[in-house]
């Protein structure tokens, strides 16, 4: 929500053309539709009115749509699942074996001497393993009396007018732990011959209100589980008695009787404990979708489903282990990791003896007409023009002859824009005149605009133009919204540009021959890109 906020703030300026990001509410997607190996539509409902959304060649589809549904997706689409019993079925179904077990433990066997003068509370992380398995404590506590330490935490953060009642209510003679521990589910990295004693997801018979099958969940803790739970809830039981020192210490709070009794506590004939939640409440369910190698997991390490071509999956369903940690934070920095990848597989890399110009905003340096906000938006590999007159040096590298090609397109017929070459260095006095007097620009206009006159159709001002040079020879109109290539090639005097594949303009230039590159920020109206720039040296 914070990215679209963002995005409408800084581009709504145009309407949706200008915008980046969308959230399309009361959408429902039912099924991806494949061709081959690559989802080409989408079958979903908008508004509860049911609609096909056929995809653009090139588009990636990410399915970010929660562990239970995304797999009900994959089952129902993309061909994964093991066919072992009847209906696609994949394991490796986790999530969190969680309890919350509360002990009161005296102040003074803490060290704590006479009653409280300040609300005192705390909370910390104790971390622990077994059976190759990890798990952690959430220990809150806090100087009440009550089961209910956390309370004055989460009171206390927000409202400090609350500290009177706070300090008034705090107890005495007592200090409230609770160990909220979270241990993690063993997993079942299996693609076909799947356990159906442990957690598994499959197509149920029963269908939606659209007549499509509903995921089928069976999530159960194993033998394994079990004791891995056991020996999470014995260390927080025997790290309260150490810290009591003795159990004339310590009491332990009994919620089914609802009273702090003396008597440690014990699981009932099953091995359950009253304090153990039932599986499924920490709504931390992961893993179906696991990454891993080909023929041994559903998707790759980037999140790509195996053999499809552009689906991929994020969140907590692809972990192949779930750990203890709550799975937010992880599923985000493998979303990351999933993001990067697509823009990489759509960024091609440079052509045969080019190099790639680097992206990085500390190679290039914007100079700005006074008190124009001109800046160049780094969007991955897209760079991005705003705000009003400047012009963005590369500064790595001066260039005599070369090719330079990049990909450039603009979002409106009004957008003006330019690539610059052999122009003085962006620290001289007025570089922004010497870079207009002693360079070229290679212009970006489809109107061929002239501000003084304010008219359209000058032809040494409009796209493929050697700027109030040499009009282009071809006719170079684009489609708004399409990338298009220019091939810049400056050899000796001769200037040649390629727009699209096709010879536009075969300058003679008198000026110098070698200097730096630029891109050009006009004016607010333009918000051209430029993506793929690389260069090839000639001799
Ligand atoms: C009460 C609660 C507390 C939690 N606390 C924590 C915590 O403290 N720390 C932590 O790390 N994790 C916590 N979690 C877990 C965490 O929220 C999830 O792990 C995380 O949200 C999963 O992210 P996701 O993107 O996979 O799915 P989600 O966040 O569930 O997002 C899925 C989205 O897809 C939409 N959607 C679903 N199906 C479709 C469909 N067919 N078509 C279109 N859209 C669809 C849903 O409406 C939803 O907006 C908590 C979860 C709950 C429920």
Redesign the pocket.
């Known amino acids: 929500m914070d990215a679209l906020r963002n995005d409408v703030s800084r581009n709504a300026r145009y309407g949706d053309l200008s915008r980046r990001i969308f959230l399309v509410p009361r959408?429902?997607?039912?099924r991806l539709n494949l061709t081959g190996n690559t989802v080409t539509s989408i079958d979903?409902s908008v508004e509860g009115i049911r609609q096909l959304l056929q995809l653009a060649p090139g588009c990636a589809v990410v399915v970010?749509?929660?562990?239970i549904?995304?797999t009900?997706?994959a089952l129902e689409s993309l061909g994964v699942g093991s066919l072992q019993f009847g209906s696609s079925r994949v394991g490796n179904l986790m999530g969190h074996l969680r309890s919350n077990i509360t002990v009161r433990i005296k102040r003074t066997a803490l060290g704590l001497v006479g009653p409280p003068t300040e609300v005192e509370t705390t909370a910390l992380i104790v971390r622990g393993s077994a059976m190759g398995r990890r798990f952690h404590h959430q220990v809150t506590a806090a100087d009440t009396g009550a089961p209910n330490p956390e309370q004055n935490m989460w009171s206390l953060v927000p409202d400090i007018d609350l500290i009177n009642s706070l300090l008034a209510s705090q107890d005495p003679n007592w200090v409230s732990i609770t160990f909220r521990g979270i241990g993690e589910m063993e997993d079942q990295r299996a693609i076909g011959n799947i356990n159906p004693a442990m957690s598994w997801v499959d197509l149920s018979q029963e269908t939606d209100q659209w007549g499509m099958r509903r995921a089928y969940v069976n999530l159960v803790a194993t033998p394994n589980d079990r004791k891995l739970w056991a020996a999470m809830d014995k260390a927080a039981l025997n790290l309260a008695a150490a810290l009591a020192k003795s159990p004339a210490n310590i009491e332990y709070w009994n919620a089914p009787n609802n009273q702090w009794q003396a008597a440690p506590l014990q699981p009932d004939a099953s091995g359950r404990g009253f304090w153990q939640d039932f599986l499924g409440t920490?709504?931390?369910?992961?893993g179906t979708l696991f990454m891993g190698a080909p023929g041994a997991s559903i998707t790759d390490t980037n999140g790509k489903f195996h053999g499809r071509s552009n689906a991929y999956v994020?969140?907590?369903?692809v972990f192949p282990t779930l750990g203890s940690?709550?799975?937010?934070?992880t599923?985000l920095s493998l979303a990351r990791r999933t993001a990067h990848a697509i823009v990489s597989a759509a960024a091609p890399g440079p052509m045969a003896g080019f190099v790639s110009l680097s992206l990085a905003p500390a190679d290039w340096q914007m100079v700005k007409l006074p008190n124009s906000p001109a800046s160049m938006i780094h969007y991955g590999s897209v760079m991005e023009t705003f705000g009003w007159y400047g012009l963005y040096w590369y500064l790595k590298e001066q260039f005599t002859n070369f090719i330079l090609s990049l990909d450039w397109r603009i979002s409106r017929r009004e957008e003006n824009s330019g690539v610059y070459i052999r122009i003085p260095a962006p620290n001289v006095p007025n570089a922004l005149q010497e870079a207009d007097a002693k360079g070229h620009e290679v212009q970006i206009d489809q109107r061929g605009f002239d501000s003084v006159t304010n008219t359209e159709g000058h032809p040494l001002k409009v796209t493929g133009a050697i700027y109030d040079l040499q009009a282009p020879s071809a006719s170079t109109q684009v489609q708004i919204g399409a990338w298009n290539n220019y091939l810049i090639e400056a050899n000796g005097p001769r200037i040649r540009v390629t727009l699209n594949g096709q010879l536009v303009n075969d300058y003679q230039s008198s000026r110098q021959q070698t200097g730096y590159i630029a891109l050009q920020c006009h004016d607010f109206l333009s918000r051209t890109q430029f993506r793929n720039l690389q260069i090839k040296k000639l001799p």
Not at 27 to 30: E, F, L, M, P
Request: avoid cysteine; aromatic fraction near 0%.
């Open positions: 959408v429902q997607v039912h979903l970010a749509n929660g562990t549904e995304a009900r997706l920490t709504h931390h369910e992961s994020v969140g907590p369903a940690a709550n799975p937010s934070l599923a």
